[in-house]
């Protein structure tokens, strides 16, 4: 079963680099993870850096992801992306639910469960992202806001070891801020969500997703976090920005 468990370390970008910046971490990280063999890698630049990023990744092990899709394939709806021109961009995954598309673009889990359907059916690999806010934490609510979080953003999905999917837990209150969940609260929380996922979906599937961590992921704290036997990979924002520092998380 682990074989689909390969250790996966995605890039967020979030709202940084324009085309020309974007072109020019790819051709530098292609040459530093050149020797990589056993990590997946993935790099989720703009929307509008994706097609130039994807010519420099031909050929190598660097996956390209998409930072949000919608779920209608087409039409009027300004401003939004589609499975399909990002498939053509040359997407492999997409990262789903964000906190910050929650915090900010008014994301809830009924929207999320329609971007993750588009992706899956699209045969894009989505990441779903989950995770408790400090007040969350503080009241003892993390696992009943990740169960809802789970449950209701896989209703209805058909998901089978077949049809990967990665969930990444990433506490609110350790995003961009510098502080890292501690090994224990890592452990701790990536065990219950495959818990959650063998109870609504069967062992098969848990046993074959990946659970990323995401928050503060850094060079120094990598190797800790992916020595946790639920852990596997990371989702990285800030710490992916320079193709060095992100080498370096890669080869944890
Ligand atoms: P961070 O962001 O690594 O800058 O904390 C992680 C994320 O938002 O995915």
């Keep these: 079963m682990t074989d689909y468990r390969t250790p996966l370390i995605a890039g967020n970008w979030k709202m940084f680099k324009t085309g020309a910046e974007a072109v020019q971490y790819a051709k ?14 993935m790099i989720a630049p703009p929307f509008t850096a994706l097609s130039a990023v994807s010519e420099i990744l031909r050929d190598t092990r660097i996956g390209l992801g998409a930072q949000n899709i919608f779920w209608e394939k087409e039409g009027a709806f300004t401003g939004e992306i589609s499975a399909p021109m ?23 889990d009924e929207t999320v469960n329609r971007r993750l359907k588009a992706a899956a059916n699209a045969g894009l690999i989505p990441i779903l992202c989950v995770g408790e806010t400090e007040t969350q934490r503080e009241a003892k609510k993390t696992f009943s806001v990740l169960d809802k979080q789970i449950k209701d953003g896989l209703n209805g999905l058909i998901l089978d070891e077949h049809h990967p999917l990665v969930i990444a837990y990433e506490p609110v209150w350790a995003i961009g801020t510098g502080k ?28 074959a997703i990946r659970v990323l961590y995401g928050g503060s992921v850094k060079p120094d704290n990598v190797s800790g976090l992916m020595a946790l036997p639920d852990v596997d990979g990371a989702l990285v924002g800030g710490a992916s920005l320079q193709p060095e520092t992100f080498s370096q998380i890669i080869h944890f």
């Design 28 to 41: 530098a990280l292609k040459k530093q993870v050149a020797d990589v063999e056993n990590t997946d890698i």
């Design 86 to 108: 990002l498939i053509s961009a040359g997407c492999q995954y997409v990262i789903i639910g964000h906190s910050e598309r929650r915090q900010y673009f008014g994301e809830t």
């Design 180 to 207: 890292t969940a501690s090994p224990d609260q890592v452990q701790e929380v990536h065990a219950y969500i495959r818990k959650q996922i063998a109870k609504n979906f069967g062992n098969m599937l848990a046993n």
